[in-house]
């Protein structure tokens, strides 16, 4: 007697290629646009000034849920009304290889890894090109995936900007204070005079702020005021 043949349930392979195929839009679409979106951005922010940013929404949303009142000190100035003194301390203590790098300092990233960061070290390996992009389109949450987008943001950042604008837009988006952005409302809220007329003290004071804004006051850490003017002297600056 001739037994009944058994017909697989496995999916023909057209079916699978197709599921597959399908599978495959569906994840890179929506990762396409957001890049496009993101290049778009980036080259509109080469003439541009940003209104707000990222972190400065993350920081107003917040703020909802806080008993103090909240007010944005944010405006945008360019580089050549920003003290040198300023911009000279921030690279100094914040990205020292900043012009010669293209995005990520890999020898900083290296130190990090074999240090302990909270106990021997002021900043951590982020570039001040890593920082721009955290502020503009990312958030202060620490997470896996905000640090692979950054990762993946850097260098559409840095093919499509300048680097004297990616400093430009730096040091007028930072976040210096509660409701403090940028270098003109962080000078006029510290010290009451505008960022061009920073002193070396004074800047140094002010880019001390920046690993812990939220907690520090420009003149709290001396300690570390005094290594980023030892730093900018040893850049000639």
């Known amino acids: 007697m001739t037994r009944p043949r058994k017909f697989s349930r496995r999916k023909p392979p057209a079916k699978r290629r197709h599921i597959l195929r399908t599978l495959l839009l569906l994840l890179f679409v929506p990762l396409a646009i957001f ?3 993101i ?16 972190v400065q929404v993350e920081r107003r949303i917040s703020s909802w849920s806080e008993p103090e009142p909240y007010t944005k000190h944010y405006k945008f100035v360019p580089l050549n009304r920003i003290s040198p003194n300023l911009q000279h301390a921030a690279i100094a203590a914040e ?18 890894a074999a240090e302990d960061l909270e106990e021997h070290r002021e900043r951590g390996a982020s570039t001040i090109t890593q920082q721009l992009v955290r502020n503009l389109f990312l958030s202060t949450n620490r997470s896996i995936i905000r640090k692979a987008l950054e990762f993946s943001m850097v260098p559409l950042t ?4 300048t680097k004297n604008r990616i ?13 403090v952005f940028g270098a003109e409302a962080a000078s006029r809220a510290y010290f009451g005079i505008p960022a061009q007329r920073l002193s070396r003290l004074q800047a140094a ?6 690993p812990s804004p939220l907690h520090r006051k ?13 730093h900018m002297a040893e850049s000639d600056w």
């Open 95 to 112: 990205d020292a290889r900043f012009y010669q790098h293209h995005g990520f300092d890999w020898n900083q990233i290296r130190l990090a």
């Open 39 to 54: 290049a778009g951005t980036l080259l509109l922010l080469r003439w541009i000034n940003p209104p707000f940013t990222a």
């Open 35 to 37: 890049y496009a979106a």
């Open 167 to 179: 400093l430009e837009l730096y040091l007028n988006v930072i976040e210096w204070g509660r409701g």
């Open 158 to 161: 840095e093919g499509i900007l």
């Open 218 to 230: 420009p003149g709290q850490v001396m300690g570390y005021t005094k290594r980023i003017l030892v």
């Open 205 to 210: 004071q002010l880019v001390s702020v920046l």
